[in-house]
């Protein structure tokens, strides 16, 4: 039994917005307004653009099987041991991804929400979580983003409006200041972490309702995904300036205490932190449960709940080891992780593409092994 029911092309659509978003709305405008200051949105703009290509190359090579997902179709067309290769890399991709942000959000509750309590306990409550939701399967995955969807708009929007009064437009001058070549830098990592990490989705696409208008809303929801990094990429720049930004570690979150509407609505900044975990939540849910279900595919396993468990002990051993501090672990993700995402992401993709059209031409039958 590898999948738990299906979800509708909306359900995807609302898992691709949550997976844009994912944990790039605390931890991306630092990384832009590191890499380009002030110009730090003309990289979100151009990382959507960006990200867009990526996204059209997913759906397509979704639909070169669309009833198989990559670790099957990567087997169908490389051979039994190239193919059970770059399936472990795919594997090990998903289960390093769900490890980082399972430690991204652990070191936030921990140094902003509760300071006071051990990093292993809230890792430990996080993964317990995800193992509840791969659990049930693909469908109450799903239903569950449909339902929080509305009131993560609602904070959403209520963050931008709310802090409209304090944004000063000079805080973007002078454009361009220090040439192009920062813009490049900080628009390579705004489409490989909201848009390159989203690959495990070639786990998850063989399991929506397929409609005519699939494509569209595929494409439509990466669009709102990154039209709200973009958007609070802009706000921490309008209201912070791309010092603070840069140097804060989490400055979506140092944005939100800056909301003061009358001395009376205030420190709300706690209330938005919730619901944009949220996002990293749905985000690395979907990582367990594709590397869950690609495991049980690799192995052919009869059910894919037999890898659920031993994957606690993975994801909490290396979530914990995974860096030694945040600083550690920042300079990895500006240094190194972007080439490790665009290998799995855009090289692995175009190369199942190449082989499928080169198979095709010689009008060779394929079977799965």
Request: net charge positive; hydrophobic share 55%.
């Amino acid at each position: 039994m590898f999948t738990n029911g299906k979800i509708s092309v909306q359900q995807m659509a609302i898992l691709v917005i949550f997976s844009v978003i994912g944990d790039s709305i605390l931890i991306l405008p630092s990384i832009t307004a590191t890499a380009a200051k002030q110009d730090g949105w003309i990289c979100a703009l151009l990382g959507l653009s960006i990200g867009l290509l990526i996204m059209s190359l997913f759906f397509y090579v979704s639909t070169l099987y669309p009833d198989l997902t990559v670790i099957q179709y990567a087997r169908l067309l490389l051979g039994s041991w190239v193919g059970t290769f770059v399936s472990i890399i795919l594997l090990i991709h998903y289960l390093l991804n769900t490890s980082a942000m399972i430690r991204e959000i652990g070191d936030f509750m921990t140094t902003q929400l509760l300071p006071n309590t051990p990093l292993k306990a809230v890792i430990l409550l996080l993964i317990l979580i995800l193992i509840w939701g791969v659990h049930n399967g693909i469908e109450t995955i799903g239903r569950a983003a449909e339902i929080v969807f509305p009131w993560f708009v609602l904070s959403f929007v209520l963050l931008i409006v709310f802090l409209v009064p304090k944004f000063h437009s000079i805080n973007l001058m002078p454009v361009l200041a220090e040439g192009i070549k920062p813009v490049i830098n900080g628009t390579l990592y705004v489409a490989m972490y909201p848009y390159a990490e989203l690959c495990f989705f070639l786990m998850v696409l063989p399991s929506v309702k397929r409609s005519s208008h699939m494509r569209r809303d595929w494409l439509i929801a990466s669009v709102l995904g990154g039209v709200a990094i973009l958007t609070i990429v802009l706000a921490c720049l309008l209201v912070l300036g791309d010092y603070l930004t840069s140097h804060q570690m989490y400055p979506a979150y140092a944005l939100a205490k800056k909301i003061s509407i009358g001395h009376f609505l205030e420190r709300i900044e706690a209330i938005q932190a919730v619901i944009w975990m949220l996002s990293g939540f749905f985000k690395s849910v979907l990582y367990s449960y594709s590397f869950s279900l690609g495991t049980a595919q690799l192995f052919k396993l009869k059910d894919q709940h037999v890898v659920t468990w031993p994957m606690l002990f993975l994801l909490f051993g290396i979530s914990y080891e995974i860096a030694p501090n945040i600083a550690y672990y920042n300079q990895t993700l500006l240094k190194y992780w972007p080439f490790w995402d665009l290998t799995i992401a855009v090289i692995i993709p175009v190369v199942l593409i190449l082989v499928h059209k080169l198979r095709n031409k010689s009008s060779e039958k394929l079977t799965i092994t």
